[in-house]
């Protein structure tokens, strides 16, 4: 999944112009929405642009906090109300159970919700019900809040499922997983080495009235996220918006490999090119294939390389069929940030845990484990794999790769970081855990086939 700057905070909104009651309609229908399946992301993109940053803002806080509104509602009614209504309702409920959360008072929200379900045509029969629910929230709040803290879907704001796994997983570190998901990502950018420094642009920021401070060898950790436009030269490709755990996969592929030859190098699912980019940044004379099964995506990783002003053989085909594009050249080095889960990554999108089913980590590590079976073929003698995901699930990770090695005799797993965990909280002892700043939740190995 991409990397979206972090949105606006709630507790900006106060000053909107429009009436809250239409941002919390657009709240509503996103809720409803992802709860059927949709993506947040798109869903935010569809809203009319005068509503977009406020709903935004607004969505992103009910997705981090609605397993304690369901909750909440569960004791409220027990028997759902028509999903239009609920949506609206465990929306109020996951913007103001906490004041210290609250982008309004719980007063204003409760007035402007129960407006904002006599002003739609889905939700107008419950408004009452909206109504006497909310406000036996206000009266009853402590107790109500009391009740529902012994429920891990309330406390942690995940899927029961989810919880699970991850205590199962990461023993040690579950608590600081689930945690860390409930905060808002930072903005990282990633600094291009053809046109600058990580220690010039720091001072390009400066100039600008911007401040961060550097992660990792390319990265800027910004203080304050703010629009792609407000970055000196973002445009002419100076910098790229990339998580610093995203940052690690292009030298990673590239260590060991001599970067003064035309490398041949195959991005295996490059949608939208962020990765891609880095490995033309870092070894420009290499002959990059970026695939891509979604040829609308492939329309994203061409828009980012001419921003960055790079090149590669950009193909919409299926990386698991390679008899459908492969030219029959191998490579010199191969890199399969494979799909996945996306568990790694809530920060930074909330919608994806109420999304995910529990099969749904069977599902794409079957998937995995085709792409690296069909991909491995296409690699030199000698040549290198980073296998990547930004799960933290060990199915789509360590397991993964230690059946690989188990079933296929010609790979060595080079020294690898392994799982990371979302904040800076390695698994992996081999990451140097004061380099790479604030960062999302990724899995790396790196493979060498036997010469």
């Known amino acids: 999944m991409p990397q979206t700057s972090s949105p606006l905070p709630a507790s900006n909104l106060a000053a909107s112009s429009l009436p809250l009651w239409r941002l919390l309609q657009g709240t509503a229908s996103v809720v409803a929405a992802v709860r059927s399946g949709r993506s947040m992301t798109a869903l935010l993109e569809a809203q009319p642009p005068a509503l977009r940053p406020g709903v935004q803002a607004l969505s992103f806080q009910v997705m981090r906090w609605l397993g304690r509104a369901q909750a909440l509602r569960a004791q409220l009614a027990r028997k759902a109300p028509p999903p239009a209504a609920d949506a609206l309702l465990c929306s109020a409920l996951a913007l103001c159970w906490d004041d210290a959360l609250a982008p309004y008072s719980a007063f204003t929200l409760v007035d402007q919700t129960v407006e904002a379900a006599r002003q739609n045509k889905d939700t107008r029969a419950q408004a009452n019900f909206i ?182 053989q950009v193909i919409g085909a299926d990386a698991a069929l390679p008899e459908r594009w492969w030219d029959g050249q191998p490579f010199d080095a191969i890199l399969l940030d494979a799909p996945c889960t996306a568990s790694g990554i809530g920060r930074r999108h909330p919608d994806v845990r109420w999304l995910r089913r529990e099969s749904d980590v069977e599902q794409l590590a079957a998937i995995q484990a085709r792409l690296l079976k069909m991909l491995w073929p296409l690699l030199k003698p000698g040549g290198h794999l980073v296998y990547c995901t930004c799960s ?60």
């Open 392 to 451: 933290i699930f060990l199915a789509e990770g360590h397991r993964q790769i230690q059946t690989f090695l188990k079933h296929n005799t010609d790979v060595v797993l080079l020294p690898s970081p392994g799982h990371l965990i979302p904040q800076n909280s390695p698994v992996t002892p081999s990451v140097p855990d004061n380099q790479t700043g604030e960062h999302d939740g990724f899995y790396y190995a790196r493979l060498q086939k036997r010469p």
């Open 131 to 312: 109504n006497a629910c909310l406000r036996r929230f206000l009266r009853e709040r402590t107790e109500l809040i009391r009740l529902t803290d012994a429920d891990p879907l309330a406390q942690w704001n995940h899927p029961l499922w989810w919880i699970q796994k991850l205590k199962n997983d990461h023993p040690a570190q579950w608590q600081t997983i689930l945690t860390a998901s409930q905060s808002a990502a930072p903005m990282t950018l990633r600094v291009n080495v053809t046109r600058s420094t990580v220690a010039a642009y720091l001072d390009q920021l400066h100039a600008a009235g911007l401040s961060g401070h550097a992660v990792g060898d390319f990265g800027i950790e910004l203080k304050k996220a703010v629009p792609v436009q407000q970055l000196p030269g973002f445009a002419q490709g100076a910098v790229s918006v990339q998580d610093a755990a995203a940052q690690w996969a292009a030298p990673l592929l590239l260590q060991g490999l001599d970067t003064q030859q035309p490398l041949r190098i195959l991005d295996a699912c490059a949608a939208p090119g962020g990765k891609t980019g880095h490995l033309l940044e870092l070894c420009p004379s290499a002959q990059v294939v970026a695939l891509d099964v979604d040829a609308a995506r492939c329309e994203r990783v061409t828009q980012n390389l001419d921003r960055l002003q790079v090149k590669a």
